[in-house]
């Protein structure tokens, strides 16, 4: 079946230092790649997502390429912020399986000043 | 305009009763999705609705259902609980389904089975 694998956490960094949370996948068939983020008490946000080999998904500095090789999508950001603490979810969705997410085990992420 | 919609936010119910969770979706979506995330793991699918129609399930027992009404809003029931349904339950709305359009997720309804 489908899966996604994450790095466990929590990760904890200081303000301005680099982030990667790896995320690697199995898929039945083409995938469709998210990343996720949840702060404390809320639901998930759409933070970036890639739709085919070789895309770069990006936003507020958050970046993450599909690799298709390596089956990987793993995510980076060059300097994070405190307001970056939060939990991050790697998941995928297979072309035509409908809205059907599979989810990772999410990455915990805590920055401190 | 509104997010994704859930209510109740928190409830608290005992082992063998019964549960409906509802979610309202973006005006104009279409589809609901259905995830059970348990403390320290990744949501897992339930249920996809669209056009009220049952499109896809989950590997959840019988004990679980829902639906989708007219006006697109959804339910879940849960049935004869168990201390291991105790989760958060995430509502996911879009406006078709597959291809390329969003997910949107709502804040959930925290539910713990006593």
């Known amino acids: 079946g489908d899966s996604v694998t994450q790095m466990e956490g929590p990760v904890t960094l200081s303000e301005e230092a680099f982030l990667t949370i790896n995320c690697t996948y199995t898929?039945?068939?083409?995938?469709?790649l998210f990343w996720y983020v949840q702060y404390p008490g809320e639901g998930l946000q759409l933070l970036l997502k890639?739709?085919?080999?070789?895309d770069k998904g990006s936003n507020k500095g958050f970046e993450a390429t599909y690799r298709k090789e390596t089956t990987s999508f793993h995510l980076e950001k060059g300097s994070v912020q405190v307001s970056d603490s939060a939990v991050y979810f790697c998941?995928?969705?297979?072309?035509?399986?409908?809205?059907?997410?599979?989810f990772g085990t999410g990455t915990q992420l805590k920055v401190e000043l | 305009d509104a997010g994704v919609t859930q209510s109740p936010t928190h409830l608290i119910k005992t082992r063998g009763q019964q549960v409906t969770l509802r979610c309202s979706p973006i005006?104009?979506?279409?589809?609901v999705s259905w995830y059970q995330q348990v403390l320290g793991q990744g949501p897992q699918f339930i249920f996809q609705y669209y056009e009220k129609e049952e499109r896809g399930r989950g590997n959840f027992p019988d004990r679980f259902s829902a639906r989708q009404f007219p006006n697109y809003s959804s339910e879940l029931n849960v049935n004869a609980l168990l201390l291991g349904d105790s989760a958060l339950y995430l509502c996911?709305?879009?406006?078709?389904?597959?291809?390329?359009?969003?997910?949107?997720f709502g804040p959930g309804t925290r539910l713990t089975v006593t």
């Open positions: 996911a709305s879009s406006y078709m389904t597959g291809g390329s359009y969003e997910q949107y």
């Open positions: 998941a995928l969705r297979i072309t035509g399986g409908g809205n059907k997410l599979t």
């Open positions: 890639a739709t085919k080999a070789d």
């Open positions: 898929a039945t068939g083409y995938p469709s």
């Open positions: 005006s104009g979506h279409k589809s």
